[in-house]
């Protein structure tokens, strides 16, 4: 399938090829009854009053599967590790902060995945699970990056994936599976996205560079920080755009934040660093910005049941939302919205008494990922597997298994049935199963869930947020505050 279907320039999407998808995009009848309104309608836009403060900037922060359990557990460990609640859970305390409750379902299922979360945000419309701003009709509608660039906005994604994963992607591409990301790459770069930094190195070979103008790309945190500095943003290109710019920090996601901290001599920036030079750059530009900053390690913590990797993420999150609270604190131009595309394995802290804690700041002696965990295994070493799990184990977490615990991580990694939930079979799953008792944090499964998710907004614009939403009136409230007319293929 060729590139050229997808690409345009702004505005709404030109030369898709809606019959390469017919097949595949027709409503199936049962889907219609998962959602709250029908799967062809949309958002409304509601205007603003004109007396109100004009929103120049948008910031759309999203904690990628985060159930109401990992901001409560990531606020509990902010007061035990630092003595204050989280910067999300303070904002609540603060005059003029409005929350709300969002229903996430996709167009197919009552759990969807983040290509079908993130294009609820991204266009305004339930597209199927695995898609990209694609409408089951066949449709392609203009993502919200695009619209607002067409508007003559600065635009820019910044996560902890890899920036053509299914969040990111969501705001700026258009795929009929989100796994198409050296197409959605290409996209990036067509599109002409002012900024992106993350992970996703190995999507953007040198002849993709410079076939789209050879972009700025820096590749350590070093780098990165001497841009804002150089305000490489503003710099005008050949033809008279100002120059992308690419943070590539990685070939694949960036590292968890425990592993980076564990690694002497790491060049991978934070997230609150990559949120703050993007806010540097992007702040720059007159004609206003729109950003998304993405947590998206967060979600694969939780699909990894990994309680220590979970806390550490959405800390890390939390660290960028006080970047962001920085830049704004001053200023009445600019609409803020944190949220979550779904939930995610549904985590808690779940034991009784004094004992509870004692277990859960065990977290804080956490090191390693369980990623890195199962990467340092040996598994052609079958004879010596439950005193390398032992081991790894120990060095990472700071528990030491037993003999039993050992082994059942080896039945899972060997296909036995360890636990009676087959979903929860899994490798990973065990070893966090097993950790519960130690850390007290357990799981509900390694999957997505239907959970509502949590939704806080300020700044000109938050004020038209109703209290319970469906995750597609995020568009809305995003293209009311900018005052932006629907795209063109928005209607029917």
């Given at each position: 399938m060729s590139i050229e279907r997808f690409q345009h320039s702004g505005g709404p999407v030109q030369g898709f090829d809606r019959r390469a998808f017919i097949a595949t995009s027709a409503v199936a009848a049962a889907g219609a009854s998962l959602l709250a309104r029908p799967l062809d309608a949309h958002a409304e836009v509601v205007r603003r009053s004109r007396r109100l403060p004009r929103c120049t900037n948008i910031i759309f922060m999203a904690s990628d599967g985060m159930s109401s359990g990992t901001l409560a557990l990531a606020d509990l460990m902010s007061r035990r590790r630092d003595g204050?609640?989280?910067?999300?859970?303070?904002?609540?305390?603060?005059?003029?902060?409005?929350?709300?409750?969002?229903?996430?379902?996709?167009?197919?299922?009552?759990?969807?995945?983040?290509?079908?979360?993130g294009s609820s945000w991204g266009c305004g419309f339930h597209v199927k699970n695995e898609v990209l701003n694609i409408t089951p009709d066949g449709t392609p509608r203009t993502p919200i990056l695009i619209h607002a660039?067409?508007?003559?906005?600065?635009?820019?994604?910044?996560?902890?994936?890899?920036?053509?994963?299914?969040?990111?992607?969501?705001?700026?591409?258009?795929?009929?599976?989100r796994d198409l990301e050296d197409l959605i790459a290409s996209q990036l770069l067509e599109r002409n996205i002012d900024l992106a930094f993350g992970g996703g190195e190995k999507h953007f070979p040198a002849s993709l560079l410079g076939k789209h103008g050879s972009p700025t790309v820096v590749r350590t945190r070093e780098a990165m920080l001497a841009l804002a500095g150089e305000a490489q943003v503003t710099r005008a290109g050949?033809?008279?755009?100002?120059?992308?710019?690419?943070?590539?920090?990685?070939?694949?996601?960036?590292?968890?934040?425990?592993?980076?901290?564990?690694?002497?001599?790491?060049?991978?920036?934070?997230?609150?660093?990559?949120?703050?030079?993007?806010?540097?750059?992007?702040?720059?530009?007159?004609?206003?910005?729109?950003?998304?900053?993405?947590?998206?390690?967060?979600?694969?913590?939780?699909?990894?049941?990994?309680?220590?990797?979970?806390?550490a993420e959405q800390l890390a999150f939390d660290a960028a939302i006080g970047v962001v609270l920085d830049f704004v604190k001053d200023r009445d131009d600019t609409l803020v919205i944190l949220t979550s595309d779904h939930g995610?394995?549904?985590?808690?802290?779940?034991?009784?008494?004094?004992?509870?804690?004692?277990?859960?700041?065990?977290?804080?002696?956490?090191?390693?990922?369980?990623?890195?965990?199962?990467?340092?295994?040996?598994?052609?070493?079958l004879a010596t597997l439950a005193r390398q799990v032992r081991e790894v184990g120990q060095q990472a977490t700071g528990i030491t298994l037993s003999e039993a615990e050992s082994q059942m991580?080896?039945?899972?990694?060997?296909?036995?049935?360890?636990?009676?939930?087959?979903?929860?079979?899994?490798?990973?799953?065990?070893?966090?199963?097993?950790?519960?008792?130690?850390?007290?944090?357990?799981?509900?499964?390694?999957?997505?869930?239907?959970?509502?998710?949590?939704?806080?907004?300020?700044?000109?614009?938050?004020?038209?947020?109703?209290?319970?939403?469906?995750?597609?009136?995020?568009?809305?409230?995003?293209?009311?505050?900018?005052?932006?007319?629907?795209?063109?293929?928005?209607?029917?």
């Open positions: 204050k609640g989280s910067r999300w859970v303070d904002l609540w305390k603060r005059p003029g902060v409005l929350r709300a409750t969002a229903f996430t379902a996709s167009a197919d299922s009552p759990v969807t995945d983040s290509a079908a979360g660039k067409a508007a003559g906005k600065a635009t820019g994604v910044v996560t902890t994936t890899r920036i053509t994963h299914a969040t990111p992607a969501s705001f700026y591409a258009n795929s009929p599976k050949a033809e008279g755009k100002p120059a992308q710019v690419l943070g590539l920090f990685d070939k694949d996601h960036v590292p968890y934040v425990l592993d980076t901290a564990a690694t002497a001599g790491s060049t991978v920036p934070s997230l609150a660093e990559m949120t703050s030079v993007a806010l540097t750059l992007l702040g720059k530009r007159s004609e206003g910005f729109v950003l998304q900053v993405e947590g998206g390690r967060v979600d694969h913590a939780a699909h990894n049941n990994d309680a220590g990797s979970l806390v995610n394995a549904n985590p808690g802290l779940t034991f009784y008494g004094p004992d509870a804690l004692t277990r859960f700041d065990r977290i804080l002696h956490v090191k390693r990922s369980a990623e890195w965990v199962f990467e340092k295994l040996n598994l052609k070493s991580v080896v039945d899972s990694l060997a296909g036995k049935r360890v636990s009676p939930f087959a979903a929860a079979n899994t490798p990973v799953s065990v070893l966090g199963g097993i950790l519960a008792d130690s850390l007290g944090v357990a799981f509900l499964s390694p999957n997505h869930t239907s959970d509502m998710v949590e939704v806080t907004a300020l700044g000109p614009g938050s004020e038209s947020l109703p209290r319970v939403i469906d995750s597609t009136d995020l568009w809305a409230v995003m293209i009311a505050a900018l005052e932006l007319d629907p795209a063109a293929n928005h209607g029917k």
